[in-house]
């Protein structure tokens, strides 16, 4: 009944909103009429949000009010019934960036997930820092392959950064490799290849779930040190094999926020690891909030858009004050926060703007807005090391001006740059593009540099 009822509301006050006063671009940026944002909380009554008794670790804000604090625990992802993402580890912030906290063999499951051989497949809990610089944990896979390694120097390594567009914790790569496909298994997590092509051609694989333990999907600093941290922890728990070759990664879409992220993140955050990296691939890459807002927001996308809103303000509460009663109710409901990347599209169809969800008329214009736009954005940082970045021609939800903008800063900062677009829209590009994006890494991992597409 609750569910129906925010739903009904949602679509009159959609459908009720009209043109505000002020002009904005894109349409539909625009703030909505006062009365509207005022009227929705008048209609529906704020949601039951539990009251504890101690706030658990993970939704701790120092300094904010306890009703924000139970709020972000409200919003956060349910268990996925497995310990090993469940447990908040005690002690996690005596614990340093890398610390392995546990592990365990998932090497039956994974290879036939994968339809591979491996020498070995392993789980690792390890620590690292959220958004704020504050102790979280995150966990990866580290793949082994059955063979010796027979090229020059040291193993090398691959990065496998998948596009985990979600927010439940069943959701993440290492939770299908630990337990097999489910309903809610995305296909990229194994398709294109890229963990079976890197075991295949020698690589040691480490595929970290970048989201990180609160599932922060879209979040890049949580996500670069993620990654960053999923190495520093492999080379701990098997130098011989992760700790002395080069380091390359790929990323599509959601993967490709983290690829980005840790590219510009490395030298600041892990300079120990910053030094081994050869390579990024970046594909598909949403670079720039502000534009996605604009190409995503109250249309087929939207669903994807505001997942991606709640996966931000899981690590950055500061966004929280922002929801108003039907964004609490939609943000504390097991369906939605919870969604993974099939369902998420589905909640497209509704085509909200996200200015029907906020207490404020024009939340895009929003101090906080346009601080999270500009966090995000993390402009005039340079990569660490040569990057390949790809987008399709065809794209119409992440623009390809955005890669294009990302290719011409790297320059701009003497960063090795190289840009290609591909026949085709976002699903399709990111096979299409595929073999050039390997050819490109497995170029770098044999201790080729590549040239710069800079120009001048």
């Known amino acids: 009944m609750v569910r129906a009822m925010v739903v009904v509301s949602i679509t009159i006050a959609a459908a009720a909103s009209g043109v505000g006063n002020a002009v904005g671009e894109p349409v539909n940026l625009m703030p909505f009429p006062d009365r509207l944002h005022t009227g929705i909380d008048s209609m529906i009554p704020a949601p039951d949000i539990p009251r504890l008794d101690s706030i658990p670790a993970r939704s701790v804000v120092p300094g904010a009010s306890r009703e924000l604090q139970e709020l972000r625990e409200a919003i956060m992802p349910s268990p996925s019934g497995d310990p090993f993402f469940d447990v908040w580890p005690r002690g996690l912030e005596q614990r340093r960036p890398g610390d392995i906290l546990r592990s365990r063999d998932v090497a039956s499951v994974a290879s036939e997930v994968l339809e591979v051989q491996v020498g070995y497949a392993r789980q690792i809990k390890f620590a690292t820092r959220d958004a704020k610089d504050r102790p979280l944990f995150a966990t990866a896979t580290l793949f082994v392959p059955p063979t010796k390694w027979k090229g020059p120097g040291a193993r090398p390594v691959m990065v ?16 299908t490799l630990a337990h097999g496909k489910t309903d809610d298994t995305n296909n990229t997590d194994l398709r294109p290849p890229t963990t079976q092509d890197s075991l295949a051609k020698g690589y040691a694989v480490i595929v970290p779930d970048h989201t990180g333990a609160r599932m922060a999907y879209a979040e890049p600093y949580v996500a670069a040190h993620v990654v960053l941290d999923s190495i520093r922890a492999a080379e701990n728990f098997d130098p011989r094999n ?11 879409s ?6 980005n992220a840790t590219a510009k993140l490395a030298s600041s955050y892990a300079p120990d690891v910053a030094d081994r990296f050869v390579g990024a691939a970046i594909g598909g890459v949403p670079a ?11 249309n087929l996308a939207t669903g994807v858009f505001h997942s991606a809103i709640l996966g931000i303000a899981r690590e950055r509460p500061e966004l929280l004050p922002l929801a108003n009663n039907v964004a609490q109710w939609l943000a504390t409901i097991d369906f ?17 703007p996200t200015q029907v969800l906020s207490n404020v008329p024009d939340p895009y214009q929003s101090p906080v807005a346009e601080e999270i736009f500009d966090i995000t954005s993390m402009k005039d940082m340079p990569a660490a090391m040569p990057v390949f970045i790809y987008h399709g021609a065809q794209e119409w939800w992440i623009p390809a001006s955005q890669a294009r903008a990302l290719h011409a800063e790297q320059c701009r900062l003497g960063v090795n740059s190289t840009y290609r677009e591909y026949p085709g829209e976002h699903m399709i590009t990111v096979f299409t593009a595929f073999e050039d994006a390997m ?5 770098r991992l044999t201790g080729n540099v590549p040239q710069s597409g800079c120009g001048g």
């Open 288 to 298: 720039d909030y502000r534009a996605l807002a604009g190409a995503m927001n109250a």
């Open 160 to 175: 496998n950064n998948p596009p985990i567009v979600a927010l439940g914790t069943r959701c993440t790569t290492g939770y």
């Open 439 to 443: 050819g490109w890494i497995e170029q």
């Open 242 to 252: 992760f700790a002395k070759g080069p380091v390359a990664m790929l990323g599509y």
């Open 254 to 259: 959601g993967g490709a926020i983290a690829t």
């Open 336 to 352: 939605f926060k919870n969604l993974c990347t099939g369902k998420m599209g589905y909640m497209g169809f509704s085509f909200v």
